[in-house]
Nanobody
Framework: QVQLVESGGGLVQAGGSLRLSCAASGRTLSSTFMGWFRQAPGKEREFVAAISWSGANTYSADSVKGRFTISRDNSRNTVYLQMNSLKPEDTAVYYC??????????????????WGQGTQVSVNT
């Protein structure tokens, strides 16, 4: 079993930055594909970014490309999401997810076996 705990969310002005962290316990994540998703009120959960187990490969949604960066520190069992140039439309609950090996695409929720409880990110105009 894996437990994921997100932190770092908050309220920020448009154009500002936040860094989200996802700390894992219960099992090492060094061999696990990791992702970030978000869900805004009244909308479906959507893919934000993902990273391979080594960190060599990263993937981002078009809506955040060039602004958000995913990274990981396997020695700390932690994954990060650096969010720059935030926009009001980035407002959502952000979830960390740990992937399995079911072969589903990395940008789909069904790829991931474990989820955190989420952290709120709110961006003011």
């Amino acid at each position: 079993q894996v437990q994921l705990v997100e932190s770092g969310g908050g309220l920020v002005q448009a154009g500002g930055s936040l860094r989200l962290s996802c700390a894992a316990s219960g099992r090492t994540l060094s061999s696990t594909f990791m992702g970030w998703f978000r869900q805004a009120p009244g909308k479906e959960r959507e893919f934000v970014a993902a990273i391979s187990w080594s960190g060599a490969n990263t993937y981002s949604a078009d809506s955040v490309k060039g602004r958000f960066t995913i990274s990981r520190d396997n020695s700390r069992n932690t994954v990060y999401l650096q969010m720059n140039s935030l926009k009001p439309e980035d407002t959502a609950v952000y979830y960390c997810a740990a992937g399995g090996t079911n072969g589903s695409p990395y940008y789909t929720s069904r790829r991931y076996n474990y989820w955190g409880q989420g952290t709120q990110v709110s961006v003011n105009t």
